[in-house]
């Protein structure tokens, strides 16, 4: 495992010096970044108006990657395009207000040095409503369809330029909201613009709900988000179906205004850089889209997405959910968990508890969905999922979702836990393997997030922990001498002895999708 002494990710170091003329255009090294104004005059009228706010002045900036560093002209070819919506944040002391729009540019000259074009839209037009979330949405839309037409516009520096079926979405905070709707308009109008993926950096998740299918997604957020505490995001995260591949990035440390170039708020502290914040929106962002919207696996970008490698300047986690997959067990009805999606039965032996419960309710835990609650307090503790004989032979991993509770009895603070999966096939051939590995250390425990106090002196103070569950991926190659065409039980352990940073012989979990997927 590479380590680095710098605060650059390894991702990010892999974009610098990584050439690859299909990404990027000037011949094996990054584009020239130059960027273009929407001429002024330009307006919007909302199909939806709230509180009085028929219309707007759209006001934008293009970022794209030139032929040289005059910006006279767009690389030949056609490039993906990119909206990217920022939050509210002012007016206050470090607002970007009124222009928090050219406060994400690091991220926009990241992606379009890859070759895509990007936009950023000014949403603080709609700052005079509540959240305005709506509106965030009607004016990502609004940004997608100027730039189709500049594409078909033969005066234009955009005139097919733009790749029409290669489209991304980018939010932050109250704009993640924003792409959020715009996505379930899109959608609702039968998809008329060709939105092939969508990224949100702590979401907010008022006034809009879930995308209701057909959109990979990408969510990431910091655990000491002093603006978004409670996690608002990830509910729309959790709630969305399972047709397509989603992430979500949990970044320990990480705050909500850092993922700007420069805003910040009084009322949150960071734990980690803002170089090491950035570094994570660029490196996740840029490999999600790569391969959501252009349909590329490079750079080993999807192990990073799904947690098989990792980047260790960092402490984060992952949840990665495949759209393909066979389910074993993902919860049920709030009760007794004696049946999983199989068909089959789940025993609990000596488990001082083993249910189904919303994951959501309870202090510290967020999400919205049903799954189990496991306890143990003795090594010889175990739940077997016996399920009808099943093919596994075409998928590559056994998965589940886990995360620990806080301040529930069998957990101990800021340690790990390390659980082992045994498979056992119909001729009672059977293997077991540790989720602990060089990738994942074990089951973290939940973060606590650090707020600052204003008082004299100043001072920081801890506020709540995260139950926000990881993704445990264990490749199915490695349970040899076991017949992946004919498995009948996947058994939980947790028989491993107490280590240095591990306490493992009792525990309270929250355990869900266990299933076979790609």
């Known amino acids: 495992m590479l380590r680095f002494s710098t605060a650059l990710s390894l991702l990010c170091i892999l974009f610098i010096i990584t050439g690859c003329n299909t990404c990027n255009p000037r011949g094996g ?36 990657p030139a032929t040289d560093d005059t910006g006279a002209e767009v690389l030949e070819g056609e490039h993906p395009l990119v909206i990217f ?40 037009v709609v700052s005079s409503l509540g959240f305005g979330i709506s509106e965030r949405g009607e004016l990502f839309l609004k940004a997608v369809d100027f730039m189709l037409a500049e594409n ?44 092939k993926a969508l990224a949100t950096i702590s979401p907010t ?42 992430a979500y990035v949990e970044v320990y440390g990480a705050n909500h205004f850092f993922f700007s170039d420069d805003l910040f708020y009084n009322h949150e502290v960071n734990g980690i850089s803002r170089q ?46 495949n759209g393909t ?20 039965t789940n025993t609990a032996v000596s488990m001082p508890l083993f249910d189904n419960a919303d994951l959501g309710s309870g202090t510290g835990q967020f999400g ?13 503790d175990r739940v077997d999922f016996t399920i009808p004989a099943t093919n596994a032979s075409a998928f590559d991993f056994i998965s589940f979702r886990a995360s620990q509770r806080h301040n529930v009895t069998g957990n101990t603070l800021n340690t790990f836990k390390t659980l082992k999966v045994k498979l056992t096939d119909g001729g009672g051939n059977t293997f077991t393997q540790s989720i602990s590995n060089s990738v994942y250390k074990g089951l973290q425990y939940p973060d606590q997030e650090v707020y600052p106090d204003l008082g004299n002196p100043p001072n920081t ?58």
């Not at 234009?156 to 308009?185: C, D, E, M, P």
Request: contains cysteine.
């Open 205 to 246: 998740s008022s006034d809009t709900g879930p995308i209701t299918g057909g959109m990979p997604q990408l969510m990431i957020y910091g655990t000491w988000d002093g603006d978004l505490s409670s996690a608002p995001g990830y509910e729309l995260w959790d709630a969305a179906p399972r047709d397509k591949d989603k």
């Open 152 to 195: 078909n516009k033969p005066s234009s520096r955009f005139f097919h330029r733009i790749n029409t079926s290669q489209i991304g979405l980018i939010g932050h905070s109250r704009g993640g909201g924003g792409a959020t709707s715009a996505v379930r308009r899109n959608q609702a109008q039968g998809s008329p613009r060709n939105i």
């Open 368 to 380: 919205s969905t049903i799954g189990i609650r496991m306890s143990w307090d003795a090594g010889a």
């Open 29 to 64: 090294s990054l584009a020239f970044v130059k960027t273009w104004d929407v001429p002024a005059g330009q307006t919007y009228t909302f199909d939806d108006p709230t509180e009085g706010l028929n219309s707007v002045d759209f006001i934008a900036r293009v970022f794209y």
């Open 461 to 518: 103070i801890n506020g709540s922990f995260k139950n926000i569950p990881s993704t445990f991926r264990l490749k199915l190659s490695t349970f040899t001498g076991v017949n992946l065409g004919n498995i009948v039980k996947v058994t939980i352990l947790f028989d491993a002895p107490n280590s240095s940073g591990f306490v493992n012989n009792t525990g309270a979990i929250t355990f869900d999708d266990l299933e076979f997927t790609k």
């Open 276 to 321: 090491n914040h950035q570094n994570m929106a660029k490196g996740f962002i840029n490999a999600f889209f790569d391969q959501q919207i252009r349909g590329l696996n490079r750079f080993g970008w999807p192990d990073y997405l799904t947690y098989i490698r990792k980047v260790d300047t960092v402490e984060y986690y992952v949840q990665y959910l």
């Open 85 to 124: 919506g920022h939050g509210r944040f002012g007016p206050t002391s470090g607002s970007g207000f009124p222009n928090n729009y050219l406060h994400a540019t690091y991220l926009l000259n990241q992606l379009t040095s890859w070759g895509y074009i990007c936009v950023t839209v000014n949403f603080d």
């Open 325 to 344: 997959k066979t389910i074993i067990d993902d919860g049920g009805v709030v009760g007794p968990a004696t049946a999983n999606n199989l068909g089959g």
